[in-house]
Structures are given as C-alpha cells and as structure tokens.
C-alpha cells in the first residue's frame, strides 16, 4: 500500500485530536511500518496514556514487532 500517504494521513488525524487514542495508536503503527520507530514510540506511549487498552493492543500487532525489545516498550505493557 501507500505507506507515505498513510503518514501523511495518520500524522493529520494525530495532530488534528491529540486527546484521541486511536489515532495516536494508528500513526504509532504507520511511523513504526516506516522505521521511525522513536516517534512510533512516542506516539503508542500517548495513545496508551490515553487509554491503557491500547497496551493490550500493541501486544497482539505484529506492527509494532520490531518495537518489542525495547525497553519503554516492555515498559507498556499491563503487569501480570
């Protein structure tokens, strides 16, 4: 698919409802599919300050694969 296009669309829609976790989720996994994965980063932390579902979320995307050994990544994720 258009991966760019979906940035650019991803970025509007975060920057348009900042209080809005789904968006913020949504561009974590575009910036992650395009290897920014420090912003990818900053916008999952966003969306799961949010709301906190989207922890259990990240768990299951296989987007956000190439997050998963990162240390404020594992940070996110619901305690057992």
Do not use: Q
């Not at 290897?35 to 932390?45: F, H, K, N, Q, V």
């Not at 922890?55 to 996110?76: H, M, V």
């Amino acid at each position: 698919g258009d991966v760019e296009g979906a940035l650019a669309e991803s970025g509007i829609a975060a920057r348009l409802a900042p209080e809005n976790a789904a968006s913020r989720y949504h561009h974590a996994r575009t910036l992650c599919l395009t290897g920014d994965m420090d912003a990818a980063m900053r916008e999952l932390s966003a969306a799961v300050k949010l709301e906190s579902r989207w922890a259990d979320k990240a768990l299951e995307e296989k987007d956000f694969e190439p997050l998963r050994p990162r240390p404020d990544f594992k940070a996110l994720l619901p305690r057992p």
